[in-house]
């Protein structure tokens, strides 16, 4: 029987640029695509962010993995447009007209709420590509251990909730066959299955706070209330960690610079605006040269 994993978004050490980077240089070169993402609202350059993401993803080994949840993205940004277009009355250019809607007023369909819909469904692509790349790619642990040097016991609980997680949908998956492989044949129908579901999690709920419990007296017998702070570890910067460093900069300062001047200007309502000059596809050009520069160096990573 095949049984669900949550491998596809988890992290796996691979031979890459990506990989071999310190996790705190690699979380500020994640962040800055994301402020990136989030600071330009054009579609070209938006769209230039998901090639970059998805070419880089195949840079860090993990083209698969992200393709995935590109589809996850796509699934999700549907009924943004849907939406968008069925509820946005601000545009004047109507492209089918549905009549009186009763209290939503006239259906006025525009070619303004349709664009701004799916801008908005980009932009969350980008988002949810840049956040499984990081997940896939950044050693979670390493990052638990920058934060420890804040505040250990917050460290520690993250750690736990993040190793928990295997567990529980084990647990979860477990219960479930167990479920279906009952001699009575399980349960059937809408409201027996809600039944048997609301007790599958109750089920998963009562065991993960039994094994809370364990693993909270078990920390307390080995004395980690009192652990102190951890030592800072010394590291010497890699080539591949200043690469990182710098796109993270170099990506950071065209996106406010395209936003603060203008170049990547972008309005939907009441008319849409959406102009292309070269001054705009040299943006899109720099942004995705300056994404993925740091991968073309692979000397040092091998495992």
């Known amino acids: 029987m095949k049984t669900r994993t949550l491998a596809p978004l988890l992290y796996r050490p691979l031979a890459s640029p990506l990989h071999a980077t310190r996790a705190g240089v690699a979380a500020l070169w994640a962040l800055a695509l994301v402020a990136a993402a989030l600071v330009l609202y054009h579609p070209l350059a938006l769209a230039a962010l998901v090639l970059a993401v998805l070419l880089a993803a195949r840079g860090a080994g993990v083209a698969r993995e992200l393709q995935r949840a590109l589809r996850t993205a796509l699934i999700i940004g549907l009924p943004i ?55 896939l790619a950044i050693d979670p642990d390493a990052i638990l251990r920058i934060c420890r040097r804040l505040s250990f016991r917050s460290a520690l609980t993250a750690s736990l909730a993040v190793r928990m997680l295997p567990l529980l949908a084990a647990d979860a998956q477990r219960l479930a066959d167990a479920q279906r492989t009952r001699p009575d044949g ?118």
Do not use: M
Request: hydrophobic share 60%; aromatic share 6%.
């Open 81 to 135: 447009v849907l939406v968008n277009v069925l509820v946005s009355r601000e545009g004047l250019t109507v492209f089918a007209r549905l009549g009186d809607l009763g209290p939503f007023g006239q259906g006025n369909l525009t070619v303004e709420a349709l664009v701004y819909g799916a801008v908005i469904a980009l932009k969350i692509t980008v988002l949810v590509l840049i956040t499984s790349l990081a997940s």
């Open 186 to 303: 399980g349960p059937r129908g809408a409201r027996a299955g809600a039944r048997a579901r609301a007790a599958l999690l109750g089920a998963i709920v009562a065991g993960s706070l039994d094994r809370a419990l364990d693993v909270a007296a078990t920390l307390e017998v080995r004395g980690f209330a009192a652990a102190p702070r951890a030592p800072r570890l010394q590291r010497s910067w890699s080539r591949h960690d200043l690469a990182f460093a710098a796109s993270a900069l170099a990506v950071l300062t065209l996106a406010l610079l395209a936003r603060l001047t203008g170049l990547a200007a972008f309005s939907a309502y009441p008319l849409l605006h959406v102009p292309l000059s070269a001054g705009l596809l040299v943006l899109c050009l720099a942004l995705a040269l300056a994404t993925l520069l740091p991968f073309l160096d692979r000397r040092g990573i091998e495992l």
